[in-house]
């Protein structure tokens, strides 16, 4: 408080100064100068009786003389000659009854202006006016070593940036739990009242894109207090002891804006585990922003008001410090929302959009399984866009099709040009994918297939559509899904009986899903019910796997592993084999079919199929 009084008093005393200056150099250097006539004319005008008074100086005579025949007085000034001989003029004057006096010209106070003030004051505008504002900026620059300390949190206008629960949608149970913070910060007295503690800190943990940003902010709005809003990242500078500084004051300020909330994204940028004894230069500098960061918050009492919000979304890698009681206290999960949230979030994003009636976001919300709060407002977007681009007068439900596609495959790219056999292998390969995942049981539904290549490295897909979000998936419903993938490299080889390289994300996938059943889930029966190889926090928290080659087992079990995996892809590879060579006809018609039309929509593909008088299992058929 006492330093921004003193930068404050600094900074009105340097504009007082400046004032002052331009007022003096205004009275002094700029004044306007009275009617100059030359030493000549004062000569005449004092022969002809005309001078009233004068002044003599070192420099200069002025006074006044009677102008006209009605006498009236003006002003007058005429530079002296020095070498002219002063007696006479003096006799003179009196001759001629003239007033006068004479006046020792003082320049000092004009000499200090002129030579001293002015132009430090000129140096100090500049410093204030230049240099202050580089130094501002120069956090991110490198310019303006001074200001490094001084962080760039964001503080957020209340009234006119304001967020509630109101436009918070799909996460229902996190802000039930966020309800107890707001509640406090609203009625303190209540929980002081009866000796409770309210978390000094929170964590938000989640998928990239699932509103913890947005919810931390909601929290902020409904319990009307401000928030401070900066990056994990923004701590770091190329200067050891930034970071600390940047923490300080950014607590600093909180506390005097008490209640608020400070929110903190990306946490995991300078709250990874603290390495042993030998660190870089880096590491040295992140662990002592954490350091700082932990010594700030163990050094107020939650009586303070000030609540600390944090996000991130890679946990695992979190130092144990950061989570321990009386620091991040509550760790909130803000996962990807279910088919309910999902309409409630495609409902939020899609209150500004005029909707054509053939729009049904449940529709939308069962296409988009595993879609995160950013996808979904990105499909709106993309809708909107698209029937903006074709001139239409509301955003039809073909607009939204369009865009989840968009979304999931990329831009369509119809100008790209193929091949006529390289158009039938891949026609052939989505149609072996589709007619497998309608036979088999437990497989999705089909959405769509298309031979219109999108994004990158994609020339044609096939889409399902599960009917409902699964959180436990069986063994049959495994080997289903590793038939599906393995179908269009087997369309392939039953067709045109060679191999392309059009199956490699299909074997990719394969692979890794395969080696998750033996690896992970214990569907091994050589192997027995174990689970191999090291805990990976981020597969848990994304619902996602990233395969690492890490492990925990001998050699000799990493060989029965190896041969396990080939053997489940094998074997549903051979199981799909035989679906599609009982089908061929069905498989050689519906992707000529395919070619002609380039798309085919669920319900059609399932027409086709049952024109060859083939049974649908009856979940494929719905």
Not at 176 to 191: G, H, R, S, T, V
Not at 226 to 240: K, L, N, R
Not at 377 to 400: C, G, I, S
Not at 600 to 613: A, K, S, V
Request: overall charge negative; hydrophobic content about 40%.
């Amino acid at each position: 408080m006492e330093e921004g009084k003193r930068r404050r008093f600094a900074t009105y005393l340097v504009y007082a100064l400046i004032a002052l200056g331009v007022f003096l150099a205004v009275q002094m250097v700029f004044t306007p100068p009275r009617n100059k006539i030359s030493y000549d004319e004062f000569l005449d005008l004092l022969e002809g009786g005309s001078v009233r008074s004068a002044t003599i100086t070192q420099n200069v005579i002025e006074g006044t003389y009677a102008q006209g025949e009605e006498g009236k007085e003006a002003g007058f000034v005429t530079d002296r000659i020095p070498d002219a001989d002063a007696n006479q003029l003096i006799q003179e004057m009196r001759d001629k009854g003239v007033r006068f006096s004479g006046k020792v010209e003082s320049t000092l106070m004009r000499d200090i202006f002129i030579s001293w003030i002015l132009p430090l004051g000129l140096l100090i505008l500049v410093y204030f006016l230049l240099i202050r504002r580089i130094m501002r900026r120069g956090g991110a620059g490198g310019i303006g070593a001074l200001s490094f300390g001084q962080s760039k949190v964001k503080i957020y206008d209340r009234s006119r940036d304001r967020v509630t629960f109101a436009e918070v949608a799909g996460l229902d149970e996190a802000k039930q739990e966020l309800q107890e913070i707001i509640d406090f910060l609203k009625n303190p007295a209540k929980y002081r009242r009866l000796g409770a503690r309210i978390p000094k800190g929170v964590l938000l943990v989640g998928p990239p894109g699932t509103g913890k940003t947005l919810l931390a902010r909601a929290v902020a709005g409904e319990a009307d207090v401000p928030f401070f809003s900066i990056s994990g990242s923004q701590f770091m500078e190329m200067f050891v002891g930034v970071g600390a500084a940047r923490v300080r004051d950014v607590f600093e300020q909180a506390k005097e804006k008490a209640p608020c909330i400070v929110f903190i994204d990306e946490i995991d940028t300078i709250g990874k585990v603290r390495g042993g004894v030998i660190s870089s230069g880096g590491t040295e500098e992140r662990e002592q922003t954490l350091n700082q960061l932990l010594s700030e918050m163990d050094g107020f009492e939650p009586q303070t008001g000030v609540i600390i919000l944090a996000a991130t979304n890679r946990p695992e890698v979190l130092d144990p410090s950061i989570l321990r009681p009386g620091r991040f206290d509550w760790q909130i999960a803000v996962d990807r929302p279910d088919i309910k949230g999902r309409e409630e979030i495609l409902n939020v994003h899609a209150r500004h959009v005029k909707l054509a009636p053939d729009v049904d976001l449940k529709v939308i919300a069962a296409r988009t399984p595993g879609f995160a709060g950013s996808d979904l407002a990105n499909v709106v977007n993309e809708a909107a866009l698209m029937a903006a681009r074709r001139e239409r007068d509301a955003v039809y439900m073909q607009d939204f099709e369009e865009a989840i596609d968009r979304v999931i495959g990329g831009l369509e790219l119809k100008s790209r040009i193929m091949s006529e056999k390289e158009r039938r292998v891949v026609a052939f390969h989505e149609v072996g994918h589709a007619l497998a995942a309608s036979l088999l049981e437990h497989a999705d539904p089909v959405h769509r297939i298309t031979v219109i290549p999108r994004g990158i490295g994609s020339l044609g897909m096939t889409m399902q559509l599960p009917e409902e979000d699964r959180y436990i998936i069986t063994r049959p419903e495994l080997e289903d899904r590793l038939a599906v993938l393995m179908a269009g490299r087997a369309a392939e080889e039953i067709v045109f009986g060679e191999l392309s390289t059009g199956a490699q994300n299909d074997l990719e996938k394969a692979t890794v899903l395969a080696r998750r059943m033996v690896e992970d889930f214990g569907m091994s029966e050589r192997l027995g019910p174990v689970s191999l190889g090291i805990e990976r926090g981020a597969r848990l928290l994304a619902g996602e796997y990233a395969y690492t080659t890490e492990r925990n087992y001998s050699e000799a079990t990493a060989e029965l592993v190896d041969r396990e995996v080939k053997g489940i892809i094998d074997s549903n590879y051979n199981r799909v084999m035989e679906l599609l060579k009982e089908r061929v006809e069905a498989l050689k018609g519906i992707a000529e079919v395919l070619l002609d039309k380039e798309t085919l929509e669920g319900e059609e593909f399932r027409e086709l199929i049952r024109g060859y008088g083939i049974e649908l299992p009856q979940a494929a058929s719905s």
